[in-house]
């Protein structure tokens, strides 16, 4: 884990541009805001649409996330800090509590890395639950050679869960189309090459025209939304492996109130925001439509607190009768900070999909 990496929290300053009125600068294009497109290799001049380019970087053979560990590039609330897979065992706690101690008790973590989350919520559980859990990383990565053999590792989750299902920053890696609305005011698919390099295609039409009528109207020329049906299926497909429990999505997004207005795809490596390229060296990421996904939503400020991360300094008095016990409790409190900062982590939607009647209120 890199300390110093910041997680993915694009500033809202940063993407939400709004259209130059009279007199102030014009809207930033992205090859203005990051300069020119790096170009790997022969110049490959098909284009495609952002979903299929997308899926061939990331996943594709050689894809990034199929040779890259996420925490190599960047920082999510699972590197941050081992609190967050402690409030995360929390809730499997209360999950199995209403489902009355199920045995096994599972725990599928989606979108695993590299199965960071699973070892840290092994390792906050208390022995009973800890002895009758079932944990489950779900990848498309290889599974790492030293993984504890107490993790089952799989590029799909298992049937028939009872329990509790997480995604941590995984439905923003689910690949999805950009669309811009062109001179005549007509929403075309963005099409894009390996080397960033974009082109309007087609007018949106069918399912895709349907969905941006009902959750991202377009806008002007030049605006761009991006179409979240497939984060739809995607959370569908995840929750339908549950039999009973509670399904959770923790990651950054928008809800219709706020869309922004040129969209959000953007791209990391090493640390850093770099342009959204399609060429399989970066990560690429857009924020995610949360009001179009079943279930509840809450921050993960107010999640977290309701799981008792608190963030508060530990009392003044503490440091005389247990210095170590006080420099640990005030790490801890920096670290809470952290996950439950308004302006970063602490921003983001846990979604609550429940399935079945038992784990309905587990959340705020
Ligand atoms: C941003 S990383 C998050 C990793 C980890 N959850 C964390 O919070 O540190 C997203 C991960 O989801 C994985 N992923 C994306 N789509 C997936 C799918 N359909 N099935 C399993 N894993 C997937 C990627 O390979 C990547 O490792």
């Given at each position: 884990m890199r300390e110093h990496y910041r997680p993915r929290v694009t500033p809202a300053s940063y993407w939400y541009v709004r259209p130059a009125a009279e007199g102030s600068p014009p809207a930033i294009p992205w090859s203005?805001?990051?300069?020119?497109?790096?170009?790997?290799?022969?110049?490959?001049?098909?284009?495609?649409?952002w979903r299929a380019a997308m899926e061939r970087a990331l996943y594709g053979p050689d894809g990034f996330f199929l040779r890259q560990a996420p925490a190599a590039h960047f920082?999510?609330?699972?590197?941050?800090?081992p609190l967050f897979a402690r409030a995360v065992a929390e809730l499997l706690l209360r999950v199995d509590e209403a489902l009355g101690h199920p045995d096994p008790l599972e725990f599928v973590d989606l979108g695993a890395g590299r199965g960071e989350l699973c070892l840290g919520v092994l390792a906050a559980l208390p022995p009973g639950p800890e002895q009758r859990v079932r944990v489950h990383a779900v990848e498309r990565a290889p599974r790492p050679p030293d993984l504890a053999p107490?993790?089952?590792?799989?590029?799909?989750?298992?049937?028939?869960?009872?329990?509790?299902?997480?995604?941590?920053?995984?439905?923003?890696?689910?690949?999805l189309d950009v669309t811009e609305t062109d001179d005549a005011g007509t929403p075309r698919y963005v099409l894009v090459r390996p080397d960033g390099e974009e082109r309007l295609g087609d007018p949106v039409s069918g399912a895709d025209a349907d969905w941006l009528r009902r959750?991202?109207?377009?806008?002007?020329?030049g605006t761009r939304a991006e179409i979240g049906a497939p984060r739809e299926a995607a959370w569908a497909a995840a929750t339908g492996c549950l039999?009973?429990?509670?399904?959770?999505?923790?990651d950054y997004g928008h809800t219709r109130a706020d869309r922004p207005p040129y969209g959000t795809l953007t791209g990391y490596r090493d640390g850093r925001q770099v342009p959204?390229?399609?060429?399989?060296?970066?990560?690429?990421?857009?924020?995610?439509a949360m009001d179009t996904l079943p279930g509840t939503r809450t921050t993960q400020r107010d999640a977290l607190h309701a799981l008792g991360i608190a963030g508060s300094r530990p009392p003044l008095s503490l440091a005389s009768?247990?210095?170590?016990?006080?420099?640990?409790?005030l790490a801890e409190a920096g670290e809470a900070a952290e996950l439950t900062d308004p302006r970063g982590l602490?921003?983001?939607?846990?979604?609550?999909?429940?399935?079945?009647?038992?784990?309905?209120?587990?959340?705020?």
């Open positions: 203005a805001r990051f300069g020119a497109s790096p170009t790997v290799g022969r110049v490959d001049t098909s284009y495609v649409p920082r999510t609330s699972v590197h941050a800090s107490r993790v089952t590792w799989a590029d799909r989750p298992p049937e028939g869960v009872r329990g509790l299902l997480f995604a941590n920053e995984w439905l923003d890696n689910v690949p959750w991202w109207p377009s806008g002007e020329p039999n009973e429990g509670l399904a959770v999505a923790a959204p390229v399609p060429d399989g060296t970066r990560d690429l990421t857009a924020h995610v009768s247990d210095p170590a016990g006080y420099v640990r409790a602490g921003a983001f939607t846990w979604l609550a999909t429940p399935v079945g009647a038992a784990c309905g209120h587990l959340l705020p």
